[in-house]
């Protein structure tokens, strides 16, 4: 399958309130630092895949400024939850003839190499591919075969859902296991694995911001 034909869906929550079930071990302006480095992580490893468009859906402006200097558009969020965002992104991706993946936007791991993986996986849109976490209960990626009737249903056990609902629609599916999808970032003792994995992660992804951002013309 041709990169060229997906666009890339992230939904975002403004760093200064995302990971909350962080904050037994790091304090508000560590948690929003390491909020938005992982964004730009996902954000670096997608510009390394010839992907039709990334599209990054809510936030604030750190994020909006975050996207932009990687390319990336900006998108309000549009729905009352994940999912609802998440479905209406999908069916404007749809509306334009692209095939939409969800990718989640805390995998400290994450390279091109995982955002190809999942594309072939699908044996030139034949088939819809899922991408669990490494406890295979969340979905860390979902790329749609064009003209799906699937629905998101992200939060937990999600992925037995998803493998459910594509069972019912009697669609074909490959599920696709790799390192940099399967590692999000969520809790404290993934905070202490992932350190022990990469040392020095947790003082890099706290630290100060790895993308420059503009500043405002006065």
Not at 20 to 39: D, E, F, I, Y
Not at 50 to 72: L, Y
Not at 86 to 93: C, G
Not at 153 to 176: C, D, E, K, N, W
Request: aromatic share 6%; with cysteine; charged share 20%.
């Amino acid at each position: 399958m041709n990169p060229a034909q997906v666009i890339v869906v992230i939904p975002v929550k403004p760093p200064a309130v995302a990971k909350s079930c962080l904050s037994g071990v790091l304090k508000p302006g560590p948690r929003t630092a390491l909020a938005r480095n992982l964004l730009w992580r996902v954000l670096k490893a997608v510009q390394g895949v010839a992907v039709h468009k990334t599209w990054v859906v809510g936030g604030d402006s750190t994020v909006e400024r975050a996207a932009q200097a990687a390319g990336a558009i900006w998108m309000p969020e549009e729905g009352s939850d994940l999912n609802k965002v998440l479905e209406h992104a999908f069916q404007k991706a749809l509306q334009e003839g692209k095939a939409p993946m969800y990718l989640p936007a805390d995998l400290p791991f994450l390279q091109p190499t995982d955002i190809h993986g999942l594309i072939h996986s699908t044996g030139n849109l034949a088939q819809i591919a899922l991408a669990p976490d490494r406890w295979g209960m969340g979905t860390n990626g979902i790329l749609l075969t064009e003209d799906s009737p699937f629905r998101p249903a992200l939060g937990p056990g999600s992925f037995q859902r998803h493998l459910a609902q594509v069972a019912f629609l009697g669609m074909g599916l490959a599920i696709y296991y790799s390192p940099g999808l399967s590692r999000d970032l969520d809790t404290p003792e993934d905070l202490g694995l992932f350190e022990a994995i990469a040392p020095g992660l947790t003082a890099e992804l706290t630290g100060k911001p790895h993308f420059q951002e503009r500043k405002e013309t006065p």
